[in-house]
């Protein structure tokens, strides 16, 4: 059987992973600024991840939520205390899309309405509700386009209440950083105003945080910077640092009721245990913090070494947008200088390293990128 051909590969086999570095099947050595499109959070293959994944398989891996399974509460707990998000809920799911899909479902039960505002130049994943909401009419197919969806202009308060003001629209859904966009930044002030907007006509505020949560921005999430307070958080990516996992962190006003969401997969033994993992090395490495300063650090070099149009992000999420197409750049970065990064759109360097980069690592993909550069 073949596969579905459905993604331009690079040539690489990866069959080895250590902290922020890959080796391939040749044994080349490469060093990871991409994390798996921003999956690895507490760096590969970390020792205290391994161990947790390995010995709660030993005991138990996977029965349905039609039992109890202690570990979902000790999770759940867990993700409040360390994200400061304590008086939520949390609805366990495997995937950012999926996570996506169950928040808009929850936004529809909890108003009664069924329209969507979303963002121009947002990413939400590709299941239906979601790739509707997503600003890319090539990834929308025909049998999603049903979902009543409208894209307002990121930053833009005045168009979003003018939209909000009819009220019919039952969720307003924003990246707290925009990443497949280009490392868009919402301002602090718009986020805060779209909570007093939402609030005033009716609307639930849905922050996804899929790939700017976790720890990324140098706050657990994106949103923080603000002082906003959403509705729902949808997180997937870092949170299981490659086991897939996704969740939904719910406000106390918006009541549960029994069967309104449920997933076969979701909140297994195994994946409870990979969250555990990842939590408890965020908390004991400091990882936040560290992706606060080293991405402050990697930020300063970068302003101070090479040309760029703009440069943007928060933490260890940065883009570094040039005049022109990098992907010759980028395919010279993975080549010749073994080290992985992501883009966005065509011209952006999407930077979305595990948040246990050095600055050493960041000297050395600095140091590269200007040879790159200053050679063309
Ligand atoms: C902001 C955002 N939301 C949702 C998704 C979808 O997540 P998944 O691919 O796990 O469905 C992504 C994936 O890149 C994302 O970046």
């Excluded at 360097?349 to 990128?369: A, G, M, W, Y």
Aim: charged share 20%; aromatic share 10%; glycine share 10%.
């Amino acid at each position: 059987m073949d596969l579905f051909d459905v993604y331009s590969l690079f040539d690489i086999v990866p069959v080895k992973a250590e902290g922020c570095y890959l080796w391939d099947d040749k044994g080349n050595k490469y060093l990871d600024l991409y994390g798996g499109h921003a999956v690895i959070s507490i760096g590969h293959s970390h020792p205290h991840y391994i161990e947790r994944i390995s010995s709660q398989l030993k005991k138990i891996g996977f029965y349905s939520n039609s039992v109890k399974n202690p570990l979902q509460k000790e999770f759940a707990n867990k993700l409040g205390r360390v994200s400061g998000l304590d008086d939520y809920s949390l609805f366990l799911c495997n995937s950012g899309a999926e996570a996506n899909e169950n928040a808009f479902k929850l936004a529809s039960f909890h108003t009664g309405r069924n329209k969507i505002v979303a963002f121009e130049k947002a990413f939400h994943g590709r299941t239906s509700a979601a790739v509707a909401a997503t600003d890319n009419k090539k990834i929308v197919a025909p049998v999603n386009a049903g979902h009543e969806v409208e894209f307002v202009a990121f930053n833009d308060i005045v168009k979003t209440e003018e939209v909000l003001s009819k009220k019919d629209v039952a969720a307003v859904i924003i990246e707290g950083i925009q990443g497949v966009g280009g490392v868009n930044i919402p301002d602090d002030d718009f986020l805060k105003s779209l909570k007093t907007i939402c609030r005033k006509y009716g609307t639930l505020l849905i922050l996804d945080e899929i790939q700017s949560g976790y720890g990324r921005s140098g706050k657990f999430f994106a949103f923080q910077y603000s002082g906003t307070e959403p509705d729902m958080v949808t997180v997937a990516k870092g949170m299981g640092n490659g086991f897939p996992m996704g969740g939904v962190l719910i406000s106390p006003d918006i009541k549960p009721q029994k069967g309104m969401l449920g997933t076969t997969f979701g909140g297994s033994y195994l994946a409870c245990a990979a969250g555990l993992a990842v939590l408890e090395v965020m908390e004991n490495e400091n990882l936040v913090e560290n992706a606060k300063q080293t991405g402050a650090y990697l930020m300063k070099k970068l302003k101070n070494s090479i040309s760029y149009k703009e440069l943007k992000g928060r933490g260890l999420m940065i883009g570094v947008e040039f005049s022109e197409k990098i992907s010759d750049l980028r395919f010279q970065l993975l080549n010749e200088k073994r080290i992985f990064t992501g883009i966005s759109g065509t011209n952006t360097l999407r930077l979305l390293p595990p948040l246990t980069l050095s600055e050493e690592q960041s000297d050395c993909f600095t140091d590269n990128l200007c040879a790159l550069l200053n050679s063309s």
